[in-house]
C-alpha cells in the first residue's frame, strides 16, 4: 500500500467512532444532508412494517478499505474487510495504486447494502467525496480543474453512483496508513497479498477471529 500524493484530511476530519456526516449536493448546488451520526438512515431494502410503526432501521456497518500495488503502475491488488465480518480481495495483473484504492470501495459498497461507513488511508478516496472533487468533475463534463480528462473515470462513475445513492448513507473517514490501526492493518496485509499472488480470497469471517490475530 502506497499513501497518495495528496495531504492527509485536517483534524476537523473525525475517526470512525466521531465522524460526522457528509451533506452531498446535486450539480444546481443544493444540498442534500444526510442523516445525523448515530441516527437511523433510510435504505432502499426496506421490509413491510405494521401500520402506523416506522420500520427499523438498518445499522451502518464500517468497512475498510486498501488497494496495492507493486511497481505503481504494476501488478495490483485490493481489499475490503468487515471487523469480526465478511472480507475479499481480488487482484489485477496491470494496474496503479490509485485504481486499487477506488476499486476496493467500489467492490466493498457493491457487496455491502444499507448505511455504510467506508474507512481508507487514501486521501485521494476520501478527499473526493470530503472536498467534493465530484462535483467539479461533473460540472466541467469530467475535466479536472487543469482541463484534463479526470483520471479513472470508469472506476470513479459507477463509485459516484453507489456513494451518492439517495436510498442509503455512504460516509467516508480518513485513516492513517501503517499507524497501528488493526483493521487498517488486515486490509492491508489482505491487498497486498492479492497483488503478490494475482489471486484474491473472501470470506464470512477473518480466519483466526479478531483483527491483527
Known amino acids: 500500500m502506497h499513501l497518495d500524493a495528496h495531504h492527509p484530511p485536517p483534524a476537523s476530519w473525525r475517526s470512525p467512532a466521531g465522524g460526522r456526516r457528509l451533506s452531498f449536493a446535486d450539480e444546481t448546488g443544493s444540498a442534500r444532508p444526510t442523516a445525523r451520526a448515530g441516527s437511523a438512515a433510510r435504505t432502499s431494502r426496506s421490509g413491510p412494517a405494521a401500520a402506523g410503526s416506522a420500520?427499523?432501521?438498518a445499522a451502518e456497518i464500517a468497512v475498510y478499505t486498501d488497494?496495492?500495488?507493486?511497481g505503481n503502475p504494476g501488478r495490483g491488488g485490493w481489499a475490503w474487510a468487515v471487523a469480526d465480518?465478511?472480507?475479499a480481495s481480488g487482484a489485477e495483473p496491470a494496474s496503479t495504486n490509485q485504481r486499487m484504492e477506488i476499486t476496493a470501495v467500489l467492490k466493498a459498497?457493491?457487496?455491502?447494502?444499507?448505511?455504510?461507513l467506508v474507512v481508507s488511508d487514501s486521501s485521494y478516496v476520501v478527499n473526493c467525496f470530503r472536498d467534493r472533487w465530484w462535483q467539479g468533475w461533473l460540472r466541467r463534463s469530467w475535466r479536472n480543474s487543469q482541463g484534463r480528462p479526470v483520471a479513472n473515470r470508469d472506476l470513479w462513475e459507477p463509485l459516484l453512483e453507489l456513494a451518492l445513492d439517495g436510498g442509503r448513507v455512504v460516509?467516508?473517514?480518513?485513516?492513517?496508513?501503517?499507524?497501528?490501526?488493526?483493521?487498517?492493518?488486515?486490509?492491508?496485509q489482505l491487498a497486498t497479498e492479492a497483488a503478490l499472488r494475482q489471486h484474491g480470497t473472501s470470506g464470512?469471517?477473518?480466519p483466526g477471529g479478531s483483527p491483527g490475530s
Not at 67 to 70: A, K, V, Y
Not at 109 to 116: D, F
Not at 171 to 188: L, T
Open 55 to 57: 420500520a427499523e432501521p
Open 67 to 70: 488497494g496495492s500495488c507493486l
Open 85 to 87: 465480518g465478511p472480507y
Open 109 to 116: 459498497l457493491q457487496a455491502i447494502p444499507g448505511p455504510v
Open 171 to 188: 460516509r467516508f473517514s480518513w485513516v492513517k496508513g501503517h499507524s497501528g490501526d488493526p483493521m487498517n492493518e488486515r486490509v492491508d
Open 204 to 206: 464470512g469471517r477473518w
